[in-house]
């Protein structure tokens, strides 16, 4: 069961769009090898604005997931891809349809 999750929103800057994609697009590996993280999503919202939508069962593994090796990594590309700061929401899940085991 998932009860909270993650909304992140990335801007990239003019002429790094492909580079944000292909960066998140390649976290995937990261997030499945995190046993917390229910389910991950790497979104393209515009053609510059992207975003990440992970959801975890309770508030540990959300906390380990942002001090995981996914939030590492784009710390320390941010000040080269993106525009502006990621936006990161700790949001609370109120229901899901989840696939059944």
């Given amino acids: 069961m ?4 993650l909304l992140v929103r990335l801007e ?7 580079e944000v994609a292909d960066f998140i697009q390649a976290a995937l590996h990261l ?3 995190e046993t917390e993280t229910i ?10 604005t992207f975003g ?3 959801t975890f069962p309770h508030e540990k ?3 380990a ?7 590492e990594a784009l ?16 949001v609370n899940v109120l229901a899901a349809k989840m696939p059944h085991a």
């Fill in 2 to 5: 998932v009860n909270v999750a």
């Fill in 12 to 18: 990239a800057k003019p002429g790094k769009e492909q």
């Fill in 31 to 33: 997030a499945e090898e």
């Fill in 39 to 48: 389910s991950w999503y790497a979104i393209q919202i515009s053609p510059s």
């Fill in 52 to 54: 990440i939508f992970d």
């Fill in 61 to 63: 593994g959300r906390q």
């Fill in 65 to 71: 997931h942002l001090s995981g090796e996914i939030a």
């Fill in 75 to 90: 710390i320390a590309n941010a000040a080269e891809l993106l525009a502006s700061p990621p936006v990161i929401e700790q």
